[in-house]
């Protein structure tokens, strides 16, 4: 088989054969014009000659045997293993006796997702969706944020002397994330009630609905600020779907945008509180065009 830096492909190889078989060209020039050596040159008008024009095309550079490959119930074995106990190459090859780098090309070839791409509780592959266009899923979630004091928390000022209970509180904040453009909507809360949730989508759908989105469905957990009238009126006609109990996954997309914003927080020590809410959603906004 050619690579991608191979100086014939099969058109090459016809025109080298033409040259020589039928124009009469010595095998030194034809190779010469066509950068490649003498021998390929011998090598390709001899298989020409054997196999006609079939000899030219493609062929696996796989040896034909093998030896020293490993058997196919070893092969068994380790994708059971890997299946069984979860682990990667580096924890199984210790454990059935084989080199770390054969038990990786064994999980290769047997095409093995990665640990990173498997469902924890099930260990399936996590199967990702995205609806065709902007506003068929709308995904929201709420996040709570502890607050750091005016000069910098625990990393700057240390924690002794710091009392214990003595917190400033949270800062609430829904985040609403479109599933197709990744658009978001990230609305400073006061609390976590049900007329916070609701006001937070307002705000959401006509930010939306400016930019040309129209929401049609709205993806949620299964908190009770989602279950309330309040946030049921301001939905409308839009179907509204939620979340199996204990499964954050299906909701990925806002949960992703959630962890950003701790680590926005807990990188934020050294800055003044009073600027931390508008970091934040600035930071989850540049994180939702890459979620």
């Not at 990702?128 to 000069?151: A, F, T």
């Not at 989602?226 to 954050?248: F, I, K, N, Q, W």
């Amino acid at each position: 088989m050619a690579h991608r830096t191979a100086r014939l492909n099969e058109y090459g190889r016809r025109l080298l054969v033409q040259r020589i078989v039928r124009e009469g060209w010595t095998v030194p020039t034809a190779a010469k014009a066509q950068g490649i050596s003498r021998a390929t040159g011998h090598k390709w008008v001899r298989r020409f000659r054997d196999e006609g024009v079939a000899g030219l095309a493609d062929r696996s550079s796989r040896p034909h045997r093998s030896p020293r490959r490993t058997s196919s119930a070893e092969v068994d074995r380790i994708v059971r293993a890997r299946t069984e106990l979860r682990w990667g190459p580096d924890r199984l090859g210790p454990l059935l006796g084989h080199p770390v780098s054969t038990v990786a090309a064994v999980l290769r070839r047997a095409r093995m997702p990665r640990l990173a791409d498997l469902d924890r509780p099930t260990g399936l592959p996590v199967r990702r969706y995205e609806v065709c266009h902007p506003g068929g899923l709308v995904h929201q979630d709420h996040k709570k944020l502890g607050r750091i004091p005016d000069g910098g928390g625990h990393r700057v000022r240390g924690r002794a002397g710091i009392a214990h209970g003595s917190g400033l509180g949270y800062d609430q904040f829904e985040v609403i994330v479109d599933d197709r453009s990744r658009k978001s909507v990230v609305v400073h809360v006061p609390d976590e009630t049900a007329a916070s949730a609701a006001s937070a989508l307002g705000t959401a759908l006509a930010v939306f609905a400016a930019d040309g989105i129209s929401v049609e469905r709205v993806l949620t957990d299964n908190g009770w600020a989602y279950r309330s009238a309040a946030y049921r009126a301001v939905l409308g006609e839009r179907r509204h779907s939620r979340t199996r109990p204990y499964r954050p996954q299906t909701n990925g997309k806002d949960v992703h945008l959630c962890q950003a914003a701790s680590s926005a927080r807990s990188g934020m020590n050294s800055v003044p509180a009073l600027s931390i809410a508008q970091r934040t959603r600035s930071f989850v906004r540049a994180r939702a065009m890459i979620a």
